[in-house]
């Protein structure tokens, strides 16, 4: 059986953030591995100094956006489909967003084309947001909602009939890469190595509040090898992402010795599976 995993997010770079390792690491084991981008970022803006006085930059940012998503996908491996839909940008002050925006279309028309590229791709394995979208971002809510309905209404041949032939997703995970458990892993390890990194303070402020939030993380994915691969998608994101951004601060290595995995929490599944999983395909048995 041919496995495939399908990783849908909101935004160009959300994918190299979160989850490019995962990507990776299940590439280097012969799975299909497939991204979706729901909206191309275009009202995003050049969060990277060095970018600001480049032409296209300033001209054409989503078009940049695409060319540096084109470029995350070949340094993964990873096949890349644009879901379509335009950036939302953060709610406005009353809570609404722009018309026509991916956070505006209506849940029953912005799944549809997302169940085509389930019914197409046939994975047996789902990634994306939570129910908070990871943070409150219109379009991560969004990508979460639309994610979910396309779990649901793929596998149901009576939605959608147009769409392609039903096909069950067997697991659908979110995301939980940024977590209490893994801060402090690493925070404990470079204060072993480093007691006096003048970042300590700040990193354990952060843990005090980040120990508030429930650990929901079932899965844990052994991608160490492949961190370097994340970093290199990351900074293919050039518009977004300036080279001294906090996501480079951890070296590699120490991440290796502390906390070498990406997290996730099993939302759904039609499969028995163990607790405490290394394994986002574990229980899945050949059915073709």
């Known amino acids: 059986m041919t496995l495939r995993l399908l990783s849908v997010h909101a935004h160009p770079d959300d994918e190299s953030s979160k989850g490019a390792a995962t990507n990776a690491y299940y590439l280097s084991r012969g799975v299909e591995v497939m991204v979706v981008s729901c909206t191309g970022g275009e009202r995003g803006d050049i969060l990277n100094p060095a970018l600001e006085g480049v032409p296209m930059a300033q001209r054409d940012l989503p078009g940049l956006r695409r060319i540096e998503m084109a470029e995350a996908a070949r340094i993964q491996g990873i096949q890349h489909r644009w879901l379509g839909y335009v950036d939302s940008g ?3 002050e009353d809570g609404t967003v722009p018309p026509g925006s991916f956070a505006s279309v209506p849940l029953e028309i912005s799944a549809e084309p ?3 590229i389930v ?16 943070y409150p971002h219109p379009d991560h809510i969004r990508c979460h909602e639309v994610s979910v309905a396309a779990f649901e209404a793929a596998a149901d041949a009576s ?3 147009g769409a392609g032939p039903a096909w069950q997703v067997s697991k659908l995970y979110y995301d939980h890469i940024f977590n209490y458990e893994r801060l402090k892993a690493n ?3 470079l204060t072993r190595e480093n007691p006096e990194e003048p970042l300590l303070e700040e990193l354990s402020e952060m843990l005090t509040w980040m120990s508030e939030r ?10 160490g090898d492949f961190f370097e691969v994340r970093d290199a998608a990351l900074r293919a994101h050039a ?6 951004s906090r996501f480079f601060f951890w070296p590699n290595d120490l991440q290796r010795r502390a906390w070498p995995y990406e997290d996730f929490e099993l939302a759904r599944s039609t499969v028995p599976t163990p607790d405490n999983e290394r394994d986002l395909f574990a229980g899945i048995e050949d059915t073709e």
């Open 159 to 161: 939605r959608y009939p």
């Open 114 to 116: 997302l169940v085509r």
């Open 214 to 223: 429930p650990s929901r993380a079932t899965t844990h994915v052994p991608v």
């Open 239 to 244: 518009s977004q992402v300036p080279p001294d």
């Open 119 to 134: 019914r197409r791709f046939r994975p047996q394995v789902m990634v994306t947001y939570d129910e908070g979208g990871g």
């Open 187 to 189: 925070v404990e390890e």
């Open 90 to 92: 953060m709610a406005r």
